[in-house]
Nanobody, 126 residues
């Protein structure tokens, strides 16, 4: 098991930028994939991006490609989500999640991850 703590959420105007951080702690972190998910009111939780802490392989949902960047530090204890050109519809609670020995796949769902942070609110004003 790993522990995850998100930070960096807040209020931003449409077109602006925001960077979310996920502090990761635990053992054998190199075996984990970390993902950022978001859940808007009344909607299902969706995967925004993932990164393998060992090889650094990344995945992005189509809606954020070219605008969001996921990265990790060399110690594998921090995963960042840089969000640029934010759009109004991305107002949601953003969660960090982690899973051990998760195979690379074309898409990721909430069910693929068992460790979750508490979430951080991102609000984009029109």
């Amino acid at each position: 098991q790993v522990q995850l703590v998100e930070s960096g959420g807040g209020l931003v105007q449409a077109g602006g930028s925001l960077r979310l951080s996920c502090a990761v702690s635990g053992r054998t972190l190199y075996l984990y994939t970390v993902g950022w998910f978001r859940q808007a009111p009344g909607k299902e939780r969706e995967c925004v991006a993932t990164i393998g802490l060992s090889g650094g392989h990344t995945y992005y949902t189509d809606a954020v490609k070219g605008r969001f960047t996921i990265s990790r530090n060399s110690a594998k204890t921090m995963v960042l989500l840089q969000m640029n050109v934010l759009q109004y519809e991305v107002t949601a609670i953003y969660y960090c999640a982690a899973e051990r020995l998760l195979s690379t796949r074309d898409a990721y769902s909430e069910a693929d991850f068992t460790s979750w942070g508490q979430g951080t609110q991102v609000t984009v004003s029109a």
